[in-house]
């Protein structure tokens, strides 16, 4: 079993985006209760199922499997929750540190989010000029939020 440490800010400004490249995900919930969530997602021509228990603070367990990219297509298609969250991610080093920058789509268009995984609750970060406000406890911005309640319809 893995722990996910995660903070997440909204981001101000494109300056993140010079020379960044991004990779399509399309993501959707099999279950999407705070307790336990299950998620399908394709990155390019890869499929991954995930679970993830309760968020305490910002860390809770995660375990995290590579399935056929046709098998998360099937489940994406016809087994998850809609609307089906779309994104392009890049992955933004900064000291040591890696910003994944999420720039939604479709449903949730205009949202633009940065996550950082820590190996640490307490580890300070010096945050980039173009990260915004901290939304770690908020969840209108989880993505198995999302589906219920795009962003497009706050």
Known sequence: MSREIERKFLVKSDAWKAGAKGAVYRQGYLSSIKERVVRVRTI?????????????????????????????????????????????????????????????????????????ELEDEKQKIDLPDWIGTEVSGDPRYFNSNLIRHPYTKW
Not at 53 to 70: K, L, N, P
Not at 83 to 103: A, H, S, T
Not at 104 to 111: D, I, P, Q, S, T
Request: glycine letters at 8%; one cysteine or more; proline letters at 3%.
């Open 44 to 116: 390019e021509e890869k499929g991954f199922l995930t679970i993830k228990g309760i968020t305490q603070g910002v860390s809770r367990s995660e375990f995290e499997y590579e399935i056929s990219v046709e098998d998360a297509n099937v489940m994406l298609d016809n087994m998850c929750e809609k609307p089906l969250i779309e994104k392009k991610r890049y992955k933004i080093p900064v000291d040591g540190l890696v910003f994944e920058v999420d720039e939604f789509f479709g449903e949730n268009a205009g949202l633009v989010v940065a996550e950082v």
